[in-house]
């Protein structure tokens, strides 16, 4: 299981760390993404990280504000957004996958369906 937190509300230019825990010894298996959806939009993918934490992809939208991180001893992977914009506004989930294939094309990392546990979700808002 996942369980997401660190949402809140947030002036423009702001920052927020988003935190996504996990639960049994084997977290450090599962590779982790990161997607958001925006009140009437479809759920956008923001990022992947490998099971190591060594890889990292970002949607060309957080390239260079977002950073993903993990700490596989306390079982938490972590979103650290800088710069925040009115249209970072949404509600933003975690999700895992023991399946490397997820993450070896822009595709496959970029589909939801692609990974198998989800997080419950938390509220970014952002005012400008």
């Known amino acids: 299981q996942l369980q997401a937190s660190g949402g809140g509300v947030v002036q423009a230019g702001g920052s927020l760390r988003l935190s996504c825990a996990g639960t049994?010894?084997?977290?450090?298996?599962?590779?982790m993404g990161w997607f958001r959806q925006a009140p009437g939009k479809e759920r956008e993918f923001v990022g992947a990280?490998?099971?190591?934490?060594?890889?990292?992809w970002y949607a060309d939208s957080a390239k260079g504000r977002f950073t993903m991180s993990r700490d596989n001893d306390k079982n938490t992977g972590y979103l650290q957004m800088n710069s925040l914009k009115p249209e970072d506004t949404a509600v933003y989930y975690c999700?895992?996958?023991?399946?490397?294939?997820?993450?070896?094309?822009?595709?496959?990392?970029?589909?939801?369906?692609?990974?198998?546990?989800w997080g419950q979700g938390t509220l970014v808002t952002v005012s400008s």
């Open positions: 990280i490998s099971w190591s934490g060594r890889s990292t």
């Open positions: 049994g010894s084997s977290f450090s298996t599962y590779g």
């Open positions: 999700a895992a996958t023991i399946r490397t294939s997820t993450f070896m094309s822009l595709r496959a990392r970029s589909t939801p369906r692609s990974y198998d546990y």
